[in-house]
């Protein structure tokens, strides 16, 4: 069993290394981080990395829980980030695949920044057929059959982590793009995904 942060579309080591375990919980008490994934995540463009940041109501650094975290609606960022990933992925291999369901996903209405990351977890995990659950963690979540892995993946260092490799829209242009988004994986494997994370 493992403790993380909740994180906005996870890069995809976040899912290499969540895979084997059967549980996941998630932290909804610890203090809003800036310079994370709470709130950002990685696609390719056709010009390089682009990260899609969910604007916060009372800005990047606040000192709230989580759970409190309010997402700034006013800004229409999600036609925004959509608007971005159809322009990114719209001739990748799979991107016809889940167009529906994630645009469904876009439209949703929620002002709670950890309510809309759970969602996005839910949907990647539902296109992963990933077994795993996902539990909200307790206050304080101890124990010694709890390994303690937040804070591990930033964005200062998520490309460090061993990738998982796998075929990108740009790759002949831009050269192999490691960790982004799951949604970069599962654009280009489609349901092989899952076969790849668990290697």
């Not at 229409?76 to 992925?89: E, P, T």
């Not at 719209?90 to 469904?104: I, Q, T, V």
Request: hydrophobic letters at 40%; proline letters at 4%.
């Amino acid at each position: 069993m493992i403790l993380s942060e909740i994180q906005y579309f996870p890069p995809v080591t976040f899912f290499k290394t969540s895979y084997p375990e059967s549980y996941i919980l998630l932290d909804q008490y610890e203090i809003y981080r800036k310079m994370s994934f709470r709130n950002r995540c990685l696609i390719a463009g056709a010009n390089g990395i682009i990260s899609l940041s969910v604007p916060l109501l009372h800005g990047r650094n606040q000192q709230v829980q989580m759970k409190d975290v309010r997402i700034a609606m006013s800004e229409h960022w999600q036609a925004r980030h959509w608007k971005s990933i159809q322009s990114a992925y719209n001739r990748s291999a799979f991107f016809d695949h889940y167009r529906d369901g994630l645009e469904k996903l876009y439209r949703m209405k929620t002002g709670w920044l950890m309510e809309w990351d759970l969602e996005c977890l839910q949907w990647a995990k539902e296109k992963l057929s990933w077994s795993g659950e996902i539990r909200l963690a307790g206050n304080p979540e101890t124990g010694a059959e709890v390994e303690d892995r937040r804070n591990r993946v930033l964005p200062k260092n998520y490309a460090e982590f061993r990738p998982v490799k796998y075929r990108q829209v740009f790759e002949e242009k831009l050269g192999f793009m490691p960790n982004l988004s799951i949604l970069d994986l599962l654009f280009n494997v489609g349901k092989q995904a899952g076969e790849l994370l668990n290697e």
